[in-house]
């Protein structure tokens, strides 16, 4: 009987240390999430404030109390028109959405447009839908992870920093890339000045002694973000997509940036580019847009 006692007690003490134990792997787990946690959603904070920087240029934007409202009325995408940075009570939900579709009809745009992101609160795609809105547009917001390659990929193309001379040079090689319309000409001229004289850099990739792509750099708050990128068409697939990310990706590092971003498609080509370069997907933010008659 002392025996059986005995093993029962001993049992249990190893039962309570085991208990004990594991209850504190648990709370070191929980707090190594939290902080994990905790460091994933700053990051998106900082890209996403970033994001309200960058849309604030742009020279019809409205800043609301529960939303910006990013426009640039003479280029009718969506990239340029949407209402981003939503924060409002769910219960102010649904008045907030009819304020902004009339919004955006008042002014005339034949769209109306919201930008979704994982600090969009609240998170209401199901309210939109329901009032017509599809997404039409599901973007990578991508970061670098690392530090930039030394080595060439073409050692034909070469990069250099956009001049005033050759600033109109770089708009038109945008526009022809993006196959952009002819009537958007001036408002590009216009934007992209407006960029540049809030710090933007401009650069243009040359082969074959003629300007062949364009990239851009736009820092805040210790961020790049790097945008504009483009090739004319007869000479994709050359690396000079690659080349010219390298290149503005170490101009940011030696600016003093410590965060370097990008947006790219979710799935396409270029963000598989990007990947093999060195970024990784850090969130995705979609475009919810709703035809307005």
């Known amino acids: 009987m002392k025996k059986r006692l005995t093993f029962r007690r001993f049992t249990w003490t190893q039962h309570i240390q085991h208990d ?3 209850q504190k792997f648990n709370s070191v787990l929980t707090l190594i999430k939290s902080a994990r946690w905790g460091y994933i959603m700053e990051k998106v904070n900082r890209l996403e404030q970033f994001w309200q920087d960058f849309v604030k240029v742009l020279p019809d934007t409205v800043k609301l109390e529960e939303a910006t409202v990013a426009h640039f009325l003479q280029m009718p995408v969506t990239l340029f028109n949407h209402a981003t940075d939503v924060n409002v009570a769910e219960n102010r939900a649904e008045a907030f959405l009819r304020r902004i579709v009339n919004h955006f009809s008042s002014i005339g745009l034949p769209f109306a447009c ?3 992101s994982p600090l969009t609160r609240p998170s209401f795609v199901s309210l939109l839908e329901r009032y017509g809105f599809e ?4 973007q990578s917001i991508m970061v670098f ?6 080595n060439r990929v073409n050692s034909n193309v070469t990069v250099n920093e956009v001049g005033e001379d050759e600033i109109d040079v770089f708009n038109r090689l945008i526009a022809t890339s993006f196959e952009m319309p002819f009537e958007w000409k001036g408002a590009l001229d216009k934007l992209l000045a407006d960029f540049t004289r809030k710090g933007e850099r401009n650069y243009l990739a040359y082969a074959d002694r ?5 990239i851009s750099l736009f820092s805040s708050r210790k961020t ?3 945008l504009n ?5 007869e000479y994709r697939r050359r690396g000079i997509g690659t080349e010219l990310t390298m290149h503005v990706l170490s101009d940011s590092f030696k600016e003093g940036n410590d965060l370097h971003t990008l947006q790219a498609d979710k799935g396409g080509d270029a963000e598989r580019l990007y990947r093999k370069i060195g970024f990784k997907v850090d969130h995705i933010v979609c475009f919810f847009v709703k035809k307005l008659t």
Not at 135 to 138: I, M, Q, V
Not at 145 to 150: A, C, D, M, N, R
Not at 210 to 214: A, D, E, F, I, M
Request: hydrophobic share 30%.
């Open 20 to 22: 004990t134990a594991q």
């Open 224 to 226: 790049g973000c790097i």
């Open 210 to 214: 003629k300007p062949v792509g364009t």
């Open 229 to 233: 990128v483009s090739t004319l068409k």
């Open 114 to 116: 919201f930008r979704v």
């Open 145 to 150: 992870e690392g530090k930039p390659s030394e």
């Open 135 to 138: 997404k039409e547009l599901e």
